[in-house]
């Protein structure tokens, strides 16, 4: 039987490449499009590696609508499309917000628009729990209500659901599913690929393995006196690995389901301290970590966690791999990439 092709769109980013091994193994035919401004060539090496299979790769900038229409016209058999393609740093959002607009909504738009044009009929959306902001109720669930955006970023996601909406009110024979991720971390238990971030981290866990290796001399923990049990922070922490499989439990939702625009939360539905992480990575891995407390980081939020019963009970999916699993991967990959 012939293969189901995806196109996926910043397949060799963090989360693409996982979804893109996610894919493989569950048989689909992936084309990755990616201009690599936040991933590297090699990694289409490590998927093959993994995978046995090199996916075909289209190096474009989704912004660029000519690239984007010459590449779809020779995809258009494919089924659906992964949408990961955008710039996800918070604070370079407000520092350069119409660097964010442009790209992150404008590679929607041409993909979309492509979609239309080659009646490509499924799109998957990578959103963030940052569309929840500051929640009223924890967790949050699907119909939790939206908070406007605090960062340029956020409000990228907010107004991308909206424009995927609208699309598809007009155009019945589109149909979306929207992910709203919460906090990804760790790495393949391959230690082939992970998250690569250019320059100092903004996020927890990436910070956290290049303190235990030596690369960052402490980590700054961000405020010890929210209102929550031990005054730190809370997220909802789950292994790329499982969200990978998510986006695969997606596609395979909408080749069997009368789906118009669903919205799903992808969490482990735990909330954990930036403590409770400092605790696990030690735990797991057995390496100290060199923390101090730091002033708040503007912008957090206290306490944020998914329900993800909705993505269980409509697309059989639920996280499931262990936090220690996860920390062992993070921390191994974090190990290899010192030897890139
Ligand atoms: P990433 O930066 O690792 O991957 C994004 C990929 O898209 C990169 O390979 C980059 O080169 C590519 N890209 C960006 N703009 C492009 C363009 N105009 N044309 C072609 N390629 C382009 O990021 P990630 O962590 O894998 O995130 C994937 C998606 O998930 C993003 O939309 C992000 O906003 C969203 N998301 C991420 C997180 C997270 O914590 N990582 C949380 C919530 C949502
Ligand atoms: C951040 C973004 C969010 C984005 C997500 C993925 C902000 C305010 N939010 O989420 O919009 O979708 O990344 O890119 O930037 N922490 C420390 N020390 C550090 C780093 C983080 O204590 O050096 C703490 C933070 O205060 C937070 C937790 O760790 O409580 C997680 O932080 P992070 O990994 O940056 O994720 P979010 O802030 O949840």
Redesign the pocket.
Same mark, same amino acid.
């Given at each position: 039987m012939k293969k189901q092709k995806i196109i996926v769109t910043g397949g060799c980013g963090y989360i693409g490449s996982h979804t893109t091994v996610a894919l493989q193994n569950a048989g689909f035919d992936v084309v990755i499009l990616d201009n690599l401004m936040n991933s590297q060539i090699d990694t289409l090496d490590r998927i093959a590696e993994i995978t046995g299979i090199r996916p075909s790769f289209e190096r474009i900038d989704c912004t660029d609508v000519n690239a984007m229409h010459d590449v779809f016209a020779r995809h258009s058999d494919a089924m659906g499309v992964i949408h990961f393609a955008a710039l996800?740093?918070?604070?370079e959002s407000v520092a350069h917000p119409l660097k964010y607009y442009k790209n992150n909504i404008l590679s929607l738009l041409n993909t979309l628009e492509m979609m239309l044009e080659f009646k490509i009929p499924n799109i998957v959306f990578s959103s963030?729990?940052?569309v929840y902001g500051e929640p009223d109720q924890l967790p949050v669930t699907e119909d939790t209500p939206l908070k406007p955006a605090?960062?340029p /970023?956020?409000q990228t996601?907010i107004m991308a659901e909206n424009i995927i909406r609208d699309t598809v009110k007009a155009n019945p024979e589109l149909h979306a599913v929207l992910l709203r /991720? @919460? %906090? *990804?971390i760790g790495a393949h238990p391959s230690g082939k690929i992970g998250e690569l971030p250019i320059g100092v *981290? %903004? %996020? =927890?866990?990436p /910070? $956290?393995t290049q303190v235990a290796a030596g690369i960052r001399e402490q =980590? %700054?923990? @961000?405020?010890n006196d929210y209102n929550t049990p031990d005054g @730190?922070?809370? !997220?909802d922490y789950i292994d790329v690995n499982d969200l990978a499989d998510a986006h695969v439990a997606a596609l395979e939702h909408m080749k069997t389901n009368d789906v118009k625009v669903e919205v799903y939360n992808l969490g482990t539905g735990r909330g954990l301290s $930036?403590m409770e992480?400092i605790k696990a990575f030690e735990d797991a891995t057995g390496v100290k970590l060199n923390y101090t407390i730091?002033a !708040?980081?503007p912008?957090? $939020?206290p306490a944020?966690w998914a329900c993800s019963d909705l993505a269980n009970e409509k697309l059989g999916w639920r996280a499931k791999i262990p936090l220690t699993e996860t920390m062992r991967t993070a921390w191994q990959w974090q190990k290899n990439v010192s030897k890139l």
């Open positions: 996800k740093a918070v604070g963030s729990a940052t605090t960062s /970023y956020g996601k /991720y @919460f %906090n *990804p *981290p %903004n %996020n =927890l866990m /910070y $956290v =980590l %700054n923990v @961000f405020g @730190f922070c809370i !997220r $930036v992480i730091a !708040r980081r912008g957090d $939020v944020i």
